[in-house]
């Protein structure tokens, strides 16, 4: 799917940008740059530095004369808009153009163009009406410069969600509970159970807990460590950290009744 | 909402990126930025240059020279992380951290952090288990170089897709972190930092932890902990129990001293 993405842009003034979309396109698994007359050098040094390792994309990018020839082959043609436009034309965000294009490679077997105009003055009106669909990165009320390079990563990051979301096996779909594939199993109940009867034990041997008195301290502690979803190895270190605390109190509990019973000689 | 998110870059290298990382930011709506011990000269020309009409946000950009200052008053930190680690963390996706943010901006009244590190090494594993949770930015397989300013436009963009959903009517379907209404506020970054060295202390003060043989046992602890999100309560419990031991291990020190000074008589 991501190959049949092509990114076009159109009357770039500056080759550093041409080079930092190309590196932006390269993280996403985009490969297909194409310039239209480009208002400057084109693909320059400052080109190829800020593609910090995506040339093999320059490489490969032509410069054509006109929109009309760079979409050729596309049978969904998206514009970049950053203005709202004398007539209203079918628009949609990042996210419902993600959402839309797995439909849309399977609808078609030709490419899908993402386009963007000139860093100060944008696609003009025959440009945009060009397209099927614009696209609006939504900013800023207040401050709408976005950096060419930087509307070719957000597109370009959308167009990966898509594509990760129709590489995800159904099972895939319900993640593990931390997000990342956890280094140790998670806790079975009898052990948490076992940790929390040794836990309660404990504070109260250390006279921090008051089983006649209990207000909500064992609800509380339980309610914050099941919260936490322990692993088998945590709850060995927390039964660990409460086997230490029992020996000190036992110890302690035996110089009390040593000292008691000095004091009754 | 938007108002409450700090980007905090870390040992950045190249002006240009703090520059280009500020404009990203004001497209989305963004305003705090915070610099940790960078390794270039910090705000140049360069960076005047590449923020592009939002160096106001440079001018008001404090240099700190530690995370843990950056983040004194944030209740929730999110580091990016591009590689997985050796002790696996709570991770979210850009889309998932988006989805969870409102809910977090409800829980908590302190700011939100996205921690970013160096442009050639990222976040080290000590800065990487300060965060609650780790955010990685899919990325191609084959090339993962995502230049820093724009790692920092994917997750504001998402932030502001974050915050335009709650100014949408039915902003109700945004739960608090757990589901519920919470009986307590989130503990602050401070406290739970405070809690940490006061758990610290205590296991070496107990025998359980060699601070010259950690293993791992303080980056699990920290990392059950902070998986909880404990609130101020459950802190002011924790702190109780640990101030417990301490008492009883202050007592058997007194008493081993003591039956030392015995067997010395």
Redesign the interface.
């Known amino acids: 799917m991501l190959e049949r993405i092509k990114i076009v842009l159109i009357g770039t003034s500056h080759p550093g940008n041409i080079g930092?979309a190309a590196?932006?396109m390269?993280?996403?698994?985009l490969s297909r740059l194409v310039l239209v007359a480009p208002r400057c050098e084109g693909i320059t040094p400052e080109s190829v530095s800020r593609a910090?390792?995506?040339d093999d994309i320059l490489d490969t990018t032509p410069t054509l004369e006109t929109l009309e020839a760079a979409v050729a082959d596309c049978h969904w043609v998206v514009g970049a808009s950053a203005r709202s436009r004398h007539l209203p034309w079918p628009l949609c965000s990042?996210?419902q153009l993600a959402d839309r294009l797995p439909g849309e490679m399977q609808a078609g077997t030709d490419s899908v163009a993402l386009v963007f105009g000139r860093e100060d003055s944008g696609l003009s009106n025959e440009e945009l009406q060009r397209c099927h669909s614009h696209v609006h990165?939504?900013?800023?009320e207040t401050?709408?410069?976005?950096?060419l390079?930087?509307a070719v990563?957000?597109l370009a990051?959308e167009c990966?969600?898509a594509w990760?979301s129709t590489q995800q096996p159904a099972s895939d779909r319900h993640p593990a509970p931390?997000?990342?594939?956890?280094?140790n199993p998670l806790a079975g109940h009898d052990d948490t159970e076992r940790f929390f009867t040794h836990l309660e034990r404990t504070?109260i041997d250390?006279?921090?807990h008051d089983p006649r008195n209990p207000r909500q301290?064992m609800a509380?502690?339980r309610r914050?460590?099941l919260?936490?979803?322990?692993d088998a190895?945590?709850i060995n270190?927390l039964r660990?950290?409460l086997g230490?605390?029992d020996r000190?109190?036992r110890?302690?509990e035996a110089?009390a009744t040593g000292d008691s019973s000095r004091r009754h000689c």
Chains 1, 2 share one sequence.
């Open positions: 930092a590196r932006a390269k993280t996403m698994g910090s390792g995506a990042p996210r990165i939504p900013t800023s401050y709408s410069s976005l950096n390079a930087a990563q957000v990051y990966r969600q990760l931390f997000g990342v594939e956890w280094d504070l250390i006279g921090f301290l509380r502690l914050l460590f919260r936490s979803r322990p190895m945590e270190i660990g950290i230490r605390v000190l109190a110890r302690s110089t």
